[in-house]
């Protein structure tokens, strides 16, 4: 990565602004219900904190469109964050602003305060210059360290870096690039790609560039059943984008041209709804007429895992099946458990999958777990990054 991180400069007695990624589930009361993301950034708090920073945190949480709304503040996650510290953590009722100010002025080394919602102000989407400048105006250095959220140009991600300078990646970001860079960048092989989730249109970026690289590409979800019709096998009501056959036909003839195998569900779990009521079958080959496609079956889990197994590089992002209703989720926390058994370098994208290696019990024996969602996805389809873009680079 040639971008500077938080190990390459002095953060002692600087008042540094932190970019993180405190976008956390809350239930109705506005308890935290995973703090995964919090957790990832704590090393990079740790660090500026036990060098004598002065940091300030801040984060986007929600859609909360622009303007104030107490049911997506960040106050639940400043509480989170001194428990898992066991420290103080200040809390600013706003993010820009001579309070806000005043309360950065006021810490002192090793401190840290959290900023209140970002999106409280319409102008951090819209990447707004004068906004930018009131966040800059807070601290002597920033460091991004939200890479679930380095693929949105806004105020706190790009233009916030126009006015304080030099800015670095912290750890998680560092990371982050770190082991997705490896997927793209000259992998172990043999290389599988592992794709699924609804929508060819949602991936074929990321399933052509994975493509450029990878050996074996198996492919689940509902996008399978775009990608079987092109091939002729009938898929009975399964969800199909018409628009997109000629596009996986042609990924067909590259793949045959590359000598790259790209693996289709055998077998599936079909119902006539995809309700938690609605009784699960098994179908070999097609998908009969007035059933949908819910999930991968035992044969294809079977064959997928004995690909997984030869695997020395490993990238999976989407579901195998309706993740979310249990009777369709055995296919994804099949696939799942296979990469957890693989001794590959595994990276797991964030979303549905990351959920998977969590629920299966077995996101310790991933290499890497990412913690975005879009930026994963962007990074993987071979884009650029806004918010990794606008850090400083390394001197050659």
């Excluded at 971008?3 to 540094?16: C, F, H, N, Q, S």
């Excluded at 990412?370 to 850090?391: D, I, N, R, Y």
Aim: net charge neutral.
């Amino acid at each position: 990565m040639n971008k500077l991180t938080i190990r390459e400069v002095d953060p002692a007695g600087r008042r540094v602004f932190v970019r993180v990624d405190f976008n956390v589930p809350l239930d109705p009361r506005g308890a935290i219900t995973d703090d995964t993301r919090i957790q990832a950034s704590v090393p990079t708090i740790r660090y500026g904190a036990e060098r004598g920073a002065k940091l300030i945190l801040a984060s986007h949480l929600g859609r909360p469109k622009g303007k104030p709304n107490p049911a997506m503040s960040l106050r639940p996650a400043a509480a989170r964050l001194a428990e898992i510290l066991a420290t103080p953590v200040s809390f600013a009722n706003d993010c820009v602003g001579a309070e806000v100010e005043s309360q950065a002025r006021a810490l002192g080394a090793g401190g840290v305060l959290l900023l209140e919602n970002l999106r409280f102000h319409a102008e951090e989407e819209k990447n707004d210059e004068g906004f930018s400048r009131q966040l800059a105006a807070l601290a002597d250095l920033y460091v991004n360290d939200a890479f679930g959220s380095a693929h949105r140009a806004h105020a706190s991600t790009v233009g916030i870096t126009k006015f304080l300078a030099p800015a670095v990646a912290g750890l998680l970001m560092e990371r982050e690039i770190s082991y997705l860079s490896k997927a793209i960048e000259n992998p172990a092989r043999p290389y599988t790609a592992i794709v699924g989730g609804v929508k060819v249109s949602d991936k074929i970026e990321l399933v052509e560039n994975l493509m450029r690289f990878a050996d074996n590409v198996l492919i689940g979800g509902a996008m399978a059943y775009t990608f079987l019709k092109a091939k002729g096998v009938e898929v009975g009501a399964s969800k199909v984008e018409e628009d997109k056959l000629e596009l996986a036909r042609t990924l067909f003839s590259f793949g045959d041209r590359r000598s790259i195998h790209i693996w289709l569900p055998v077998d599936h779990v079909v119902a006539a709804r995809l309700d938690a009521s609605s009784p699960a079958e098994i179908s070999e080959g097609r998908v009969p007429a007035g059933r949908l496609g819910a999930d991968i079956g035992p044969a294809t889990r079977a064959e997928f895992a004995a690909i997984i197994a030869q695997s020395k590089t490993i990238v999976w992002n989407g579901p195998m099946g309706v993740f979310e209703i249990p009777q369709f989720a055995e296919g994804t926390l099949a696939v799942a458990q296979a990469v957890a058994r693989s001794s590959a370098v595994s990276i797991v994208g964030g979303g549905d999958s990351a959920a998977a290696v969590h629920q299966a019990g077995v996101a310790a024996r991933i290499t890497h777990v990412s913690t975005g969602g879009g930026a994963t996805l962007e990074f993987l389809s071979g884009l650029k990054l806004p918010g990794v873009e606008a850090l400083t680079d390394k001197r050659r």
